[in-house]
């Protein structure tokens, strides 16, 4: 049965339609498209298929969440918004079809295609693979060769060897990022398919979905407890009891993801020696919220008023937060050491040094007395970047935002090099 109406939205034309999903043109947002799941479980190509009512309303909720957790930490990807519950407006791709496989542990057709490799194998960084989609051929593996020689080119972009670096860095960064957050859950992601497409402007984005159907993942990293597809593509036969086992399985992944918001529990006070730091400082809080940092700014002097940049210590210590100050004092810096030695709070130096004094000033942060434990950077964004990094230990969202910058340096250098030739 085809639609011809979601949410109050007209349809356009199908444009294509897969196992799973109907893809729908959307007249009134140009460039967009909507993706319409179905009732249905396939394995083995299609050959293994049954209907599973309500499975199109869990994928579609299960995707949806996963898709706002890489949208937030900042990766390019096609999702737009949910339309329906079994429905999402996306960006309209023309797909490349090769589906990006990234794996933490070896199982599956990984050790049938390795033999000797013993299951549970940990590959770091995670192993990479590609196989062309292909069904009548069983998705066959595909070298990095083989895809830079297909020549493909969706909506002008050429998909030449930077574009498949660029990508297979990428589904690595997916994975290492879902892997950060299915941990807080204590779900071990083992490994996980994607696919990408090139929108109308020849960006090339993360697309289709990401569901029960794209990943291995082991409750407590016991591969007994699985709770994704695998249980489904491991009956002979399917019982009506073996698809409500596999239903509810679904329904758990899609509850965990629900509750996988990390708790924003950390501050980031920047305490400033001198009203004449506030635009250095500024330029740290700019940095830090970028970052996805919560931040505070306050002037105090550990030289002119002791007390009252104790007392303000004392104010963020008792807070229920974990805060880490990072001090910003010119000349001699007396404010990063005198909090470092009162408090068990990290503390970041990050003097405000000129050309013409660094020589001098740095050492007041550096050569400090014995028992202290603060460290010194000299740059608006490194302290940013020093204080994310000790966040992101226990906040995938901001470990993630890290792992995006590394990966958008990687990409700009990589763009860059690709233009100069
Ligand atoms: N953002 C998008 N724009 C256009 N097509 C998309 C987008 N995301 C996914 N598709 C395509 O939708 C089709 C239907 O999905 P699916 O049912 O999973 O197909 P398949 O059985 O080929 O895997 C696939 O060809 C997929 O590549
Ligand atoms: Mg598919």
């Known amino acids: 049965m085809t639609p011809t109406e979601v949410a109050g939205m007209k349809l356009g034309n199908l444009i294509i339609e897969g196992k799973t999903k109907q893809v729908f043109d959307l007249p009134s947002m140009p460039g967009h498209c909507i993706l319409v799941s179905k009732d249905r479980i396939t394995a083995g190509d299609g050959v293994k298929s049954h209907e599973l009512l309500g499975k199109a309303a869990i994928s579609n909720k299960t995707n949806a969440k996963v898709f706002e957790i890489l949208n937030q930490v900042g990766i390019k990807t096609a999702f737009v918004k949910l339309a329906s519950e079994n429905s999402f407006i996306a960006k309209k791709c023309e797909m490349i079809p090769i589906e990006w496989v990234t794996r933490r542990l070896a199982t599956g057709s990984f050790l049938r295609r390795n033999t000797g490799v013993p299951e549970g194998y940990r590959f770091y960084p995670p192993k990479h693979e590609t196989f062309f989609k292909d069904d009548a051929n069983h998705d066959p593996q595909w070298s990095e060769e083989q895809i830079i020689s297909a020549k493909f080119k969706f909506h002008g972009k050429e998909i030449g060897a930077v574009e498949v670096d660029i990508m297979q ?28 497409g090139v929108d109308e402007k020849g960006e090339i984005l993360l697309a289709d979905i990401i569901d029960s159907d794209s990943w291995r993942l082991w409750p407590s990293g016991d591969k007994r407890l699985m709770v994704d597809k695998q249980v489904y593509r491991n009956l002979s036969t399917v019982t009506q009891s073996d698809l409500d086992t596999v239903k509810r399985n679904f329904e758990w992944i899609s ?134 990094q000790m966040v992101g230990l226990s906040n995938y969202v901001v470990w993630g935002k890290l792992k995006v910058k590394h990966f958008n340096n990687y990409v700009s250098l990589k763009i860059a090099d690709k233009d100069l030739q």
């Not at 997916?174 to 950060?180: G, I, P, R, T, Y």
């Not at 040094?353 to 400090?368: A, I, P, Y």
């Open 169 to 196: 860095r990428m589904s690595i960064l997916v994975f290492e990022v879902l892997e950060k957050a299915w941990a807080t859950r204590n779900c071990a992601l083992i490994d996980m398919k994607i696919e990408f």
């Open 255 to 388: 509850e965990q993801l629900q509750h996988l918001t990390p708790i924003n529990d950390h501050l980031i006070a920047i305490l400033m020696g001198s009203p004449s730091d506030k635009d250095f400082c500024s330029k740290i809080k700019t940095a830090c919220e970028s970052l996805g940092l919560n931040v505070e700014m306050r002037i105090t002097s550990a030289h002119k008023g002791t007390e009252e940049t104790l007392k303000i210590v004392r104010y963020y210590e008792s807070l229920p937060l974990k805060t880490i100050f990072i001090a910003v004092a010119g000349r001699s810096n007396g404010l990063g050491p005198v909090v470092s030695g009162n408090s068990s709070q990290p503390v970041i130096n990050c003097p405000p040094v000129k050309t013409d004094n660094v020589g001098m000033d740095v050492w007041s942060s550096l050569n400090v007395p014995s028992g202290l434990g603060c460290s010194t950077v000299m740059y608006p964004e490194a302290a940013a970047l020093n204080a994310a």
